[in-house]
């Protein structure tokens, strides 16, 4: 039903920076309107929230871990959301995914951050941060 294509991965140093791309496209679905999310899973570990926006692009939400390093936006007209990544860290390295909520799943600004507020997945990019 939604199509992702996620860019922009790959390996970088300690203290490096990469921004992340995630395209997507449905026929019944109306990407534009729709809250959209970063996750990550590192190896061994369960997959956490990164960070995420609101449909609007005005509401950016950041895990602890990320904020003030990381920076979500969107791109409406094009269906496109980009993480940029700065001050990166080996504990960043994982797979990131970009996930899409629906507008009509209610209370997001509370729910941003769990997995079941989400419909769609992309299928996950490799981040690594060498020492």
């Known amino acids: 039903q939604v199509q992702f294509t996620e860019s922009g991965a790959g390996l970088v140093q300690t203290g490096g920076s990469l921004r992340l791309s995630c395209a997507a496209s449905?026929?019944?679905?109306?990407?534009?309107?729709?809250?959209m999310g970063w996750f990550r899973q590192a190896p061994g570990k369960e997959r956490e929230f990164v960070a995420a926006?609101?449909?609007?692009?005005?509401?950016?939400y950041y895990s602890d871990s990320v904020k003030g390093r990381f920076s979500i936006s969107r791109d409406r007209g094009v269906n496109t959301a980009y993480l940029q990544m700065n001050s990166m860290k080996p504990d960043d390295t994982a797979i990131y995914y970009c996930?899409?909520?629906?507008?009509?799943?209610?209370?997001?600004?509370?729910?941003?951050?769990?997995?079941?507020?989400?419909?769609?997945w992309g299928q996950g990019t490799q981040v690594t941060v060498s020492t």
């Open positions: 996930a899409l909520a629906s507008p009509i799943n209610a209370d997001y600004s509370a729910r941003y951050n769990l997995e079941d507020e989400y419909d769609y």
């Open positions: 449905g026929r019944a679905v109306s990407v534009s309107t729709y809250n």
């Open positions: 926006i609101s449909w609007s692009g005005d509401s950016p």
